[in-house]
């Protein structure tokens, strides 16, 4: 199995529960490749035996998808966690730098970040209709 182009736990189970067969699943439970035989010839105890295979391969899918889940969330969680310190940290820079600025370094900062609010120190002078300046 090629799992080199899926990049997270996650992409690898649902890769291998696309592709899964009957003798991955029989592999795994540690047995021969099960042959099921559609006769009436079938007794009630290789029926269930069938069903018990099939139940402890459904568990080992849900076990391994919810352990690829939980490897998932700690991933994000440590991404999330790094994040609100960088963002603390950003914030922290921010709060420094607005104090040690002067009032017109802040406002030509202003100025710079909406250009088309125009700052309210700044004087407009009035516009005739035809676009002059009276």
């Known amino acids: 199995?090629?799992?080199?182009?899926?990049?997270?736990?996650m992409e690898v189970a649902v890769y291998q529960l696309h592709n899964f067969n009957i003798s991955f699943f029989s592999s795994l439970l540690g047995g021969d490749v099960v042959s099921?035989?559609?006769?009436?010839?079938?007794?009630g105890a290789s029926v269930v035996a069938i069903d018990n295979k099939i139940e402890q391969a459904m568990d080992l899918v849900k076990n391994h998808l919810m352990y690829a889940v939980r490897e998932e969330v700690e991933i994000l969680k440590e991404q999330i966690r790094e994040l609100v310190e960088k963002n603390s940290q950003l914030e922290r820079e921010n709060t420094l730098l607005k104090t040690l600025a002067s009032p017109e370094q802040l406002e030509k900062f202003q100025s710079r970040l909406s250009p088309e609010e125009p700052a309210p120190e700044t004087p407009q002078s009035p516009e005739a209709p035809d676009g002059s300046t009276v």
Do not use: R
């Not at 199995?1 to 736990?9: A, D, I, L, S």
């Not at 099921?36 to 007794?43: E, F, Q, R, T």
């Open 36 to 43: 099921v035989k559609l006769d009436n010839s079938a007794s």
């Open 1 to 9: 199995m090629n799992t080199e182009m899926y990049q997270t736990p």
